[in-house]
């Protein structure tokens, strides 16, 4: 089994700070890990994934995600938001004691304000 | 233009009604996903569909059909359509079904039975 939790599911930044958007996951097999952005009334769409190796990964737009085996974390950073970075953000687990499925977190929701 | 459209985009029926959703993409990828999304519960897998009349059951198959005659087509269907399963419906196509493959989702379809 497998499972995805993200503990926060709104937050507010203002403009020009930082940003964590924080994700914990479950797996009994290795983990493929991918962050998703919804904006308003549209699908969904890959920021960045994890595979292996550099435990930092870099995505679009600014993006990055650190994750750590130890700690089952995958968090989603970004040094400086910007308003158009408001949406909802999903962290997404695939694994191989998953049945090749995609089990996906709850969703966090981002306002950004000016 | 890599795409993945879906139709209607907006959809009201009443309780018993039959409902067909249609998806389309253009990328020819084998590997094709509906999933529903509701607040607070991410997207759940209804079904996949690893190419032309290879279908499997996702998380929450019950309620739904599925008909895949060609590559680019994934058709969803509701027969006699309950009032639970209002909700917002995503088409996902990939290429590959792997434990990473990226997947690409539609705009949705909002639909609303009453």
């Known amino acids: 089994a497998q499972s995805v939790t993200q503990p926060d599911a709104r937050v507010t930044v203002s403009e020009g700070a930082s940003l964590q958007l924080r994700c914990k996951y479950s797996?009994?097999?290795?983990?493929?890990l991918f962050w998703y952005v919804q904006y308003p009334r549209q699908g969904l769409q890959l920021l960045l994934k994890?595979?292996?190796?550099?435990?930092v990964v870099q995505g679009v737009n600014g993006f990055e995600a650190e994750f750590s085996k130890s700690n089952s974390s995958f968090h989603l950073r970004k040094a400086s938001v910007h308003w158009s970075d408001s949406a909802v953000y999903f962290c997404?687990?695939?694994?191989?004691?998953?049945?090749?499925?995609?089990?996906f977190g709850q969703g966090t929701v981002l306002s950004v304000i000016p | 233009d890599m795409k993945v459209t879906q139709m209607p985009r907006y959809l009201i029926k009443r309780m018993g009604e039959n409902v067909l959703l249609e998806c389309g993409q253009d990328?020819?990828?084998?590997?094709m996903y509906w999933y529903r999304q509701d607040p607070g519960l991410g997207l759940q897998l209804i079904y996949i569909?690893?190419?032309?009349?290879?279908?499997s059951e996702g998380d929450i198959p019950k309620g739904y059909r599925v008909s895949r005659k060609k590559r680019e087509h994934f058709s969803l269907i509701l027969d006699s359509a309950k009032t639970n399963q209002t909700s917002v419906y995503f088409c996902?196509?990939?290429?590959?079904?792997?434990?990473?493959?990226?997947?690409?989702f539609g705009p949705g379809t909002r639909l609303t039975v009453l």
């Open positions: 996902a196509s990939s290429l590959g079904g792997g434990l990473y493959a990226e997947q690409f």
């Open positions: 797996s009994s097999g290795t983990p493929y």
């Open positions: 994890y595979y292996s190796g550099d435990p």
């Open positions: 997404v687990l695939s694994s191989t004691g998953g049945n090749n499925k995609l089990t």
């Open positions: 990328m020819s990828h084998e590997t």
């Open positions: 569909s690893y190419d032309v009349d290879s279908n």
